[in-house]
């Protein structure tokens, strides 16, 4: 099932995906007595966190786990789980025990193995796509998007910076609940017209939404402004 939310202001859209968040949350809860949720980073991070963490949400009873993360010290500015800490986590109040954090400071393989080991069924993970059609840490022609049994990999290879990283797999995102995308800007225009206009494409992007329970979109008019070309 896909769903498509196209605003133009980007606070709309933040304001729109932090509904749903809080919405899915309420009924997890009260389906489940908890709500396991798992985080991007990058622009769409930025955007979210500050709406999402005057959401109405019961963060006692709520999980928070990430989609990907930079092999990196937590306390580093290119860790995901900073940003989160700084702008949501932290400001809600949401308890340590709560936060389930990659960790980035351990060797990439002991790291998977070991948030793997932890990792439960996801309620709902929010992703970024990049210009690449890159989601979480799963790039386009990369050997991980054939990885069929492990929920959590690591890759030093990444064509972005830093090229160590830890992310969900396809086969972690296929099994998830709700997978909700929040995309904008011009620049991301054909990877969201692949993803979600072209049956064959092999995007990242389009993997996972074709693979989705519930696929959820959250653009701006930019990034969905070739949704009516003909996907090539």
Known sequence: MTELYIEQALEVLAGALAQRTEAAAGEAISARGVFHCALTGGSAARALYPRLARADVDWARTHFHFSDERC?????????????????????????????????????????????????????VHLGVGPDGHVASLFPGHALLHE?????????????????RLTLTLAALREARAVWFLVTGEAKRDAVAQALGNPQSALPAALVHRAARLSLWFLDRAAASRLDAPAS
């Open 72 to 124: 990196v010290p937590p306390d580093d500015a290119e860790s995901n789980f900073r940003l989160a800490l700084e702008v949501l986590l932290g400001p809600c109040g949401v308890p340590s025990a709560n936060v389930h954090r990659m960790a980035g400071e351990r060797p990439p393989l002991d790291a998977a193995r070991e948030y793997e080991a932890s990792l439960p069924l996801l309620d709902v």
């Open 148 to 164: 069929e049994r492990a929920r959590v990999a690591a890759l030093t290879d990444s064509p972005k910076p830093p090229p160590a």
